[in-house]
């Protein structure tokens, strides 16, 4: 396949505008932060803590506003307002509240990083944070993990994975976004001619396609590819490969061509036992609940027949619970 390696080297690299938001977190209207600190400083220092009181700001108004808040926090009581909360608050209501003292693009970084450091990788949450990111975000990404942890995202993520895995991760984070609408049916047919029409996939191929289209060219790309081959793109990706590269190829796919509907499976998926899986919940309502939740609770009603907000709280308890449901921004 050295013609699409060729082909595809000739194209402009463009990056797009940004994505439209659907959040169920919005600015506050009538805002106050000196009034909001204080209030958080005398639900500090409460005996046993004023958790709801915590919940009530701190989820109903924006990172910027969340962000003067802390800096009247610090003024009046001269205490970081972070450091008061970890003391204040445990469990899985801290790591939700924190979470929410980050932007969006410190909080991926730091879910990344997490997902690296250590002992042995957390795959699952690496392909979900690089895999469903728009190039903006994760140019936006790169800048402040490089900010926080003075280390280059490629470096670490290259250190931490291997073989075709690392490649796919390295090149959607390297975030290269060729924009060209004319090349529809040669990439459907480089797909099919680089996977299920040749003995042994031509993995590199796939690769470049995957992580230098556009979203809008990629979605119609996947949408014939079936004139091509007898198979849609994600029963060729079964087919074809396995392990951590065959769930990235398919994360990349679903997020191309619903990215509200990923995350609406992801937390469906988190929740199906008694209890959920806490972790993959608190990411993606926090990471996306200035992004895209209001969509991601459409797609899950759609999806699930029962809301988000019900499902969560049926799955959830206490502080942990409140604090998800006015993340979600109310029921459907």
């Known amino acids: 396949m050295a013609l699409v390696s060729e082909f595809l080297g000739q194209l402009t690299l463009n990056f797009g505008g940004s994505e ?4 169920t977190v919005v600015a506050a209207g009538d805002f106050d932060p000196a009034k909001d600190a204080a209030r958080i400083e005398t639900a500090v220092k409460t005996k046993g803590v004023d958790e709801l009181t915590i919940i009530d700001i701190l989820t109903r108004r924006s990172y910027s506003q969340r962000r003067e808040i802390a800096f009247e926090y610090e003024k009046r009581s001269k205490k970081d307002m972070i450091t ?13 509240i924190l979470g929410l003292m980050k932007s969006t693009a410190q909080y991926d970084a730091s879910e990344i990083k997490g997902s690296i450091k250590g002992l042995g990788t957390d795959e699952e949450t690496l392909i979900e944070m690089v895999c469903s990111r728009s190039a903006d975000e994760l140019v936006e990404i790169k800048r402040v993990y490089k900010e926080l942890f003075k280390k280059d995202l490629e ?18 984070v390297q975030v290269g976004s060729y924009n060209d609408f004319t090349m529809s049916s040669f990439l459907r047919l480089a797909l099919y001619e680089a996977g299920v029409k040749r003995k042994g996939t031509d993995v590199a191929t796939w690769i470049t396609i995957m992580s230098e289209r556009s979203v809008p060219h990629l979605q119609k790309v996947f949408d014939r590819y079936k004139s091509y081959s007898p198979y849609d793109m994600q029963e060729s990706i079964r087919k074809e490969v396995k392990g951590d590269l065959e769930k990235s190829f398919l994360t990349l796919v679903e997020c191309f061509e619903n990215k509200q509907q990923y995350f609406a499976n992801r937390l469906s998926e988190a929740m199906k036992g008694k209890s959920a899986k806490e972790k993959v919940v608190t990411r993606i309502v926090v990471s996306r609940c200035e992004v895209d939740l209001m969509k991601i609770r459409t797609e899950f009603k759609k999806l699930n027949q029962k809301s988000l907000y019900q499902t969560i709280a049926e799955h959830t308890k206490g502080d942990y619970q409140k604090v998800l449901l006015s993340l979600c921004g109310g029921d459907d």
């Open 20 to 23: 439209p938001k659907f959040p």
């Open 84 to 96: 008061a909360l970890k003391g204040a608050l445990s469990g899985s209501l801290e790591a939700v």
């Open 155 to 172: 470096k670490d993520v290259a250190g931490d994975t291997s073989g075709d895995f690392r490649s796919l991760l390295l090149a959607l």
